[in-house]
């Protein structure tokens, strides 16, 4: 217990300033580093009070660090960074403080490095998309290390110096949208094109022409392709607020349609839409669901759910006997197949 207490840093200690207390004699004195006072523990006097406390000030624990040595000042540590810069200095508002516009200038010639600052400034944005295209911060450090990797493929020379120390602000952001939209594909939690531009505010054509570049240029990376619709099923049925008996089914229906003539290559996000909507419309539970809802849980157009959902049309029979062997015992299907798939 002593060993366990003498790690961590108490607010007291014993003070060799002072022989012994003027009230009662003792020797035992302590010294309230919190509160700056030289206190007797045998009568309670406060020999003196406001004390400057000069020992370190932790910054963080050794218990929260790999390292056994504390830091005491500066930002945490970030291993993608190249020398961690510490305090960085804002411009603020332009003209109000001149003697800030000099520290700016003079910090920018001193020893903090470009291409740190460029990186933190980066992570930052990588962790304010994820919250709006609704990630867990989970996978925020392997988006980072994605980007830094292909930053790297980019600026780096074969000495080991940078071509460059940034990049400009739209290959920036396609760049940092382009490596969630991988990230979360290889993490098995995919988000669509159009999810993350609006998250980002790169168009899609942007963002598509920086994933293939990235594709391209990391040939060795595990960049993994999507082969199923299950995901993007599950997530469409919580945002409509379908059961999950639903789900279930549109993931069955959609697994066993994507492979099927006429929706072979097809969108697997048009192929998830157009399942729930076949599966909302057979049942007798009054879940139908307007395609246009579908569409925009989706993110796709009503037009391209309903030519993915006529294309299943010359599979109508085999996609009834389907759902009626996979349909839940405890619920009923529609058996009145004359409505499907009309125009």
Not at 78 to 96: A, M, Q
Request: hydrophobic share 35%; aromatic share 8%; glycine share 6%.
């Amino acid at each position: 217990m002593e060993n366990e207490n003498s790690k961590k840093r108490i607010p007291f200690r014993l003070v060799s300033s002072f022989e012994r207390c003027i009230e009662c004699g003792s020797e035992n004195l302590l010294e309230d580093m919190k509160q700056g006072d030289i206190v007797c523990k045998e009568c309670g006097m406060v020999l003196t009070g406001h004390i400057v406390d000069f020992t370190s000030e932790w910054r963080i624990f050794s218990e929260d660090n790999k390292k056994s040595d504390p830091i005491r000042i500066g930002d945490p540590l970030h291993e993608l960074l190249e020398k961690n810069p510490g305090t960085l200095i804002s411009k603020g508002l332009k003209g109000s403080n001149i003697l800030n516009e000099k520290l700016l200038k003079t910090q920018n010639r001193g020893t903090v490095q470009k291409t740190d600052r460029f990186l933190t400034q980066v992570f930052s944005k990588i962790g304010l998309f994820l919250e709006k295209i609704c990630l867990f911060m989970g996978i925020k450090k392997r988006v980072e290390e994605f980007f830094k990797l292909y930053f790297d493929y980019l600026t780096l020379r074969t000495d080991g110096t940078r071509s460059r120390y940034s990049l400009r602000k739209n290959e920036t952001v396609s760049s940092i949208a382009a490596s969630i939209f991988i990230v979360s594909r290889n993490e098995k939690i995919p988000r669509t094109f159009k999810e993350i531009s609006e998250a980002t505010g790169v168009s899609k054509k942007a963002l598509s022409a920086r994933v293939r570049a990235i594709e391209r240029s990391l040939r060795g990376t595990n960049i993994s392709k999507l082969h199923n619709t299950d995901d993007f099923v599950s997530r469409f049925c919580s945002k409509l607020g379908l059961p999950s008996f639903v789900s279930d089914l549109s993931k069955k229906l959609a697994k066993f349609m994507k492979d099927q003539e006429g929706l072979y290559g097809r969108n697997y996000i048009s192929v998830s839409a157009a399942s729930i909507l076949l599966v909302t419309q057979l049942t007798n539970l009054n879940l139908k669901c307007p395609p246009k809802k579908i569409a925009s849980a989706a993110g796709i157009s009503e037009i391209t759910l309903n030519i993915a959902y006529k294309s299943m049309y010359p599979h109508r029979e085999k996609i009834l006997d389907y759902l009626f062997l996979n349909f839940p015992t405890n619920q009923r299907i529609d058996n009145n197949r004359s409505h499907f798939l009309q125009n």
